[in-house]
């Protein structure tokens, strides 16, 4: 069974360019959550979503951030113009209903 | 609104030693809790978690953790570190069973001396 998985591993982005980080859930799994560990800080949730629904985007910075879930395909969390300070470990986890598992998370760094 | 606070950044043992990492935690609702390693450039792992009943919990790698409403406790326990227990590890809180969003400490950083 393939756990969750996140592509790309590392990615390395100017100031100011896109960045996409793609996660594809575990086969069966409907919900989605977003989360960022800047260096030496632990997790910070950033959003929370079903297939096609944004259910909780409380974390999520107001500007240059958004993420969706389509119906076909792996989630998506987008950055836009991004800056020195997006650069962290982005982590996707799946869940059935009680319990998430984590992806091996996608190392962001902005130049 | 839940939060987690985890004493000490960084704990070092010896091998064959206890080990005891402590997370306190903040809930205005029954918690569910959690302990998440990392190993480096990895995801986290479930090492265990509390949802209801017993309030010792067993995990995987020979952890446990222990509920304690009193305290607002959940620390995690190890009789014996082991080398490959060297890590980070992370206590969070949920106000449901995982099915929302978590609430992280900021994590330690376990060390094994040989």
């Known amino acids: 069974n393939a756990g969750v998985m996140q592509n790309p591993r590392h990615l390395v982005r100017r100031r100011g360019q896109e960045a996409r980080l793609r996660c594809s859930p575990v086969?069966?799994?409907?919900?989605v959550y977003w989360y960022r560990q800047l260096p030496e800080e632990g997790l910070k949730f950033m959003v929370y979503l079903q297939k096609e629904n944004i259910i909780d985007e409380s974390g999520m910075p107001k500007e240059r951030f958004s993420a969706e879930f389509p119906k076909e395909g792996p989630s998506i969390l987008r950055i836009q113009q991004v800056v020195r300070g997006d650069s962290a470990a982005y982590f996707c986890?799946?869940?059935?209903?009680?319990?998430?598992?984590f992806g091996p998370g996608t190392r962001l760094t902005v130049l | 609104a839940q939060s987690v606070t985890q004493l000490g950044s960084h704990v070092s043992v010896s091998e064959g030693a206890l080990v005891l990492l402590r997370c306190n935690y903040s809930?205005?609702?029954?918690?569910?809790l959690f302990w998440y390693v990392q190993y480096p450039n990895q995801g986290l792992q479930l090492l265990l978690k509390y949802t209801t009943g017993a309030t010792l919990v067993k995990g995987i790698n020979g952890f446990e953790a222990e509920f304690k409403k009193s305290e607002t406790s959940f620390h995690l326990t190890k009789p014996s570190a082991h080398m490959s227990d060297a890590a980070e590890y992370f206590c969070?809180?949920?106000?449901?069973?995982?099915?929302?969003?978590?609430?992280f400490g900021t994590g330690t950083r376990l060390t094994v001396i040989p």
């Open positions: 986890a799946s869940s059935p209903a009680n319990e998430q598992f």
């Open positions: 086969k069966g799994h409907s919900h």
């Open positions: 809930s205005s609702v029954p918690p569910y």
């Open positions: 969070a809180v949920s106000d449901r069973g995982g099915a929302n969003n978590l609430f």
